[in-house]
């Protein structure tokens, strides 16, 4: 409710704004209206057919954001242009009633499906920022329209390139010249930082995916009132017979304590079998000692509950997490014994919490801190003899997809196969408030981006502004020369686009160069 709120102020300030100074526009007639109309119909239109092709093809906003940018862009562009070329009077202000005609449906359309979601949500970022993509790009077309439409293009032996080059790079204004190599300094910085931001960004969101699917499975399928179930090959053939499913493994997991002969501390124990070096990436991040085969493990030791006095040989081997090892001050070989506080067996002394001696076979590093000290993994045997379970007791399926970007499907097909008794989550379901944090990132992320670009672009405006001052009698002369409008909108547009040019050019070298560096 804030955040709708929010968004609904920020629009009625701005239309208050555009309103008083576009207030002339109520008495012009209905050109303009008809016109506004047709602009906001464009993008409007775009817009839902972008986001409906999205939805056919089973992409969304959150993965596939670059193309919905892109093909607003494109449009935008398509649609200034039309109009650049058959009318240019007033387009500008017409583009802004336009954008507030966008943002008005927009913020409706958010306020009334995910308004629950507030400005995290990948809609919410649709309608901030689309409006100023698509005036940005349907200013510049129009504006390229109008200017291409009368004289065609700008060639390097044109009077206007010539006149523009020697108006920016002239020597005899010294204030000139500076102001044109901070405005060319300003877009290369704006044009290298975003390059680096947007790339520290994704680099760091997708090694955090990359960490989090490693640790986690796929998909988990839990008992709906998180209590055991039986498991069995037909339920297990029903379930690996869905689409996009890769492969499976039965899990049993419970929170226990951990203890050494030096320090405890609380972890998570899965119980698995072989299936799940299959299905878990960690498995295959062993950095110490070698994975044990969960599916023939050694006889175990019987249950005491007596002093940390363990007889390795007769142990059920176990794999924990490097950041677990160097709390417990063990290494492979060591023991370590798993005590459960919801199970209890009888002794002389009355009841006491149930206990296990665990050999330590191996010791993974998923580089996440939370997986390293908390995770650990035995035999499917090893947990049910620890929990008390029968043999064919579990406490879930994890699985694995064949398209980990896509596990909505899967999800709908397996909740509508297995039905109300069984709960299925995703990877995203399951780290939500990870994914909230992200999301609230990308949002201050893109904000700052904005305000980069503005700062640049202003950055040129100011040079082609001071030059236009600074230049009034160079550009009578051109007029009485015989230099049309248009060839003088020329001059200062090549002067724009040679600062825009280089700029961007510099800031992409440097860009490049400092990513490949933080990547080495």
């Given amino acids: 409710m804030t955040s709708g709120l929010t968004i609904t102020l920020a ?19 209905g050109a303009h209206l008809k016109r506004i109309t047709l602009i906001a119909g464009f993008w409007l239109v775009g817009t839902a057919l972008s986001y409906v092709l999205l939805e056919q093809v089973n992409w969304s906003l959150e993965s596939h954001g670059l193309t919905m940018w892109f093909g607003l862009a494109l449009l935008a562009f398509v649609v200034g242009w039309g109009l650049g070329r058959a009318t240019p009077n007033l387009i500008f202000w017409d583009l802004c009633f336009a954008a507030l005609v966008y943002v008005h449906l927009g913020v409706l359309f958010v306020w009334c499906f995910y308004a629950d979601q507030g400005l995290a949500s990948a809609q919410a970022r649709l309608v901030l920022i689309s409006p100023f993509l698509l005036l940005l790009f349907s200013f510049f077309g129009a504006s390229l329209g109008h200017v ?36 060319l300094i300003g877009v290369a910085l704006g044009v290298w930082l975003i390059i680096v ?15 989090i699917i490693g640790a986690n499975a796929h998909l988990v399928i839990e008992h709906r009132d998180d209590v055991v179930f039986k498991t069995r090959p037909v339920l297990e053939d029903r379930i690996k017979a869905q689409p996009g499913i890769a492969a499976l493994a039965p899990v049993v997991q419970g929170d226990v304590a951990v203890a050494s002969r030096s320090n405890y501390s609380g972890v998570v124990l899965f119980g698995v079998n072989q299936k799940a070096t299959d ?13 044990p085969d969960f599916s ?7 249950v005491d509950n ?10 059920p081997e176990i794999v924990i997490g490097y950041e677990l090892a160097r709390t417990l001050n063990v290494r492979v070989g060591d023991s370590i014994r798993l005590i459960s506080p919801v199970h209890e067996v009888l002794t002389p002394l009355g009841a006491a919490p149930r206990s296990m001696g665990y050999r330590v076979a191996a010791i993974f590093e998923s580089k996440m801190y939370d997986f390293d000290a908390r995770y650990v993994y035995t035999s499917l045997s090893a947990a049910r003899r620890l929990f008390q379970m029968a043999a064919d007791d579990i406490s879930g399926f994890q699985l694995k997809l064949r398209d980990v970007r896509q596990p909505g499907p899967s999800v709908q097909a397996l909740e509508q196969d297995l039905g109300a008794d069984y709960r299925v989550q995703d990877w995203q379901q399951r780290n939500q408030t990870l994914y909230a944090s992200l999301k609230l990132e990308r949002v201050v992320a893109m904000v700052v981006l904005v305000f980069i670009v503005l ?14 001052i600074e230049k009034r009698e160079q550009i ?45």
């Fill in 11 to 29: 629009v009625v300030l701005c239309e208050c704004i555009v309103l008083w100074r576009y207030r002339a526009f109520f008495s012009a007639g």
């Fill in 148 to 183: 291409l439409h009368n004289g065609g293009f700008i060639f390097r032996n044109s009077y206007e390139f010539m006149v523009g080059r020697r108006f920016l790079l002239e020597k005899s204004s010294p204030v000139l010249s500076t102001v044109t190599a901070i405005a």
């Fill in 197 to 211: 931001s947007l790339a520290v960004l994704s680099g760091f969101e997708q090694d955090l995916e990359k960490k």
């Fill in 279 to 291: 299905v878990l990436g960690v498995l295959s991040q062993v950095v110490s000692g070698q994975l």
């Fill in 296 to 302: 023939t493990q050694r006889q175990e030791a019987p």
């Fill in 306 to 315: 007596g002093s940390l006095d363990f007889k390795p040989a007769s142990l």
């Fill in 455 to 468: 700062v640049a672009s202003f950055a040129v405006v100011n040079t082609l502004t001071m030059s236009v």
């Fill in 476 to 520: 009578a002369i051109l007029k009485t020369m015989g230099a049309p409008t248009v060839g003088i909108m020329k001059v200062f547009l090549s002067q724009g686009l040679l600062v825009g040019f280089l700029g961007t050019l510099v800031g992409t070298v440097l860009g490049t160069l400092t990513v490949t560096f933080l990547d080495l």
